[in-house]
């Protein structure tokens, strides 16, 4: 019965490769890229799926020609892993931090004994003493419901540093409780900002973590005592309104899909940052601005232009290779050299854009870029098969022997 069952498993492997690589090592990992689409609802759905979708299609026509969808089904999945690897470097917190998003009460801790020690006289309220002229609780009361919950910011701010998350994890988006950012002393907005709401929460506000691009935020809603009106205050608020918002309770979402990736690629952010490193002081390359984990540089800006078109270069090649797997080695000379820098033109004009594109373009130019240069990847492929397809039109139309 053994000997039938591994028969049966080399048979199955054997009709197929395509087919077996895609069931053992494709679903698994298009079942993880379904986690992380639901968990992080925006981060990664607009600014890791959408361009990932794009390559997908800049890919399509060689699968619709070759007919192996199996193989093309497991090389967007791979594509993924490695965006997704380079973005969060550190398998080991993959699982906690899908969880944490797909379950954020578990980013609000208001019972924690940590949180709740914070509202004592010799912590919250020894600062607003301090701070503002002696103020007791009794005074605290008497503030309006924003300058209360600006000044218990001002507090979390007095105790807690801002730090990106690339320096503080080594990775580029991570998701901290509030018991780890009172530990460590420092995280960035997204901690900053679930720590304070939980320590709101507990105090009695109706206190909701918001996030839009690159950045979280809290939004607290109250009665308006002199309109008798629900209405909302927003603390270190960011340039747009929230994707969506949430607490221990549970998650709104104000904004529909449309408006979402429309605000992820209008929104200048990224555009500013590269601009800073690609042209910084003098015109020249900064690395410093990614993070204190980066040296500060001042590389010529030629250089920094000439460095990344060779950057491109080798994606390219790596590209050419991951794309015509398993039969790179067949391929003319030819067929390998001019996809790598048929693929690194366009991909370079999307980074050299940021001189003279507006900055709300910029993410839209660069994704067109990049489906151009994933395309041009099968360009000796494409103008082959046109050939082949004209050649063999001519040699079927009557009259011709």
Not at 5 to 20: D, E, I, V
Not at 159 to 169: E, K, R, W
Not at 331 to 355: C, D, H, N, Q
Request: hydrophobic share 50%; proline share 5%.
């Amino acid at each position: 019965m053994a000997h039938d069952r591994s028969g049966w498993f080399l048979r199955f492997y054997r009709a197929s490769r395509s087919r077996f690589y895609f069931l053992v090592i494709g679903i698994p990992i298009y079942v993880f890229m379904a986690f992380v689409f639901v968990s992080y609802i925006v981060f990664f759905t607009v600014m890791l799926f959408l361009p990932l979708a794009v390559v997908a299609l800049a890919m399509l026509p060689r699968a619709i020609k070759t007919g192996n969808f199996y193989s093309y089904g497991l090389k967007i999945g791979i594509i993924f892993m490695i965006v997704f690897t380079g973005l969060v470097p550190n398998p080991s917190i993959w699982g906690q931090q899908v969880y944490r998003r797909l379950d954020h009460r578990q980013l609000l801790m208001p019972s924690a004994p940590e949180v709740r020690a914070l509202n004592d006289t010799s912590n919250l309220w020894a600062f607003i003493s301090d701070q503002y002229s002696g103020a007791t609780p009794q005074t605290f009361e008497t503030w309006s419901i924003p300058t209360q919950t600006y000044r218990v910011y001002r507090y979390i701010r007095s105790i807690v540093d801002y730090a990106y998350d690339i320096d503080t994890n080594y990775v580029f988006d991570h998701v901290a409780t509030p018991v780890e950012v009172l530990a460590s002393g420092e995280d960035d907005c997204q901690g900053i900002s679930c720590l304070l709401a939980s320590l709101l929460l507990y105090m009695g506000y109706n206190a909701y973590v918001c996030e839009c691009p690159f950045h979280w935020y809290v939004r607290v809603f109250y009665v308006d005592g002199s309109t008798n009106q629900t209405t909302y205050y927003d603390i270190w608020k960011g340039d747009t309104e929230p994707f969506y918002m949430f607490n221990e309770v549970g998650t709104i979402f104000p904004q529909d899909l449309a408006w979402t990736i429309n605000a992820s690629f209008t929104f200048d952010y990224i555009p500013r940052k590269y601009l800073e490193i690609v042209n910084g002081t003098n015109g020249t390359l900064d690395l410093s601005v990614i993070g204190s984990s980066f040296p500060a540089t001042d590389i010529p800006a030629w250089v920094a232009w000439v460095a990344i078109f060779g950057v491109c270069t080798l994606v390219g090649f790596l590209a050419s290779v991951f794309v015509n797997i398993p039969k790179y080695k067949k391929l003319r000379w030819y067929e390998k050299v001019i996809p790598v820098f048929a693929f690194a033109t366009p991909l370079f004009f999307g980074f050299y854009s940021i001189m003279f594109v507006p900055l709300t373009a910029f993410l839209s130019l660069a994704l067109l870029m990049i489906g151009i240069a994933v395309f041009m990847l099968d360009i000796v492929f494409l103008v082959k098969s046109i050939v082949q397809a004209i050649t063999r039109r001519k040699v079927t139309e009557p009259g011709i022997r």
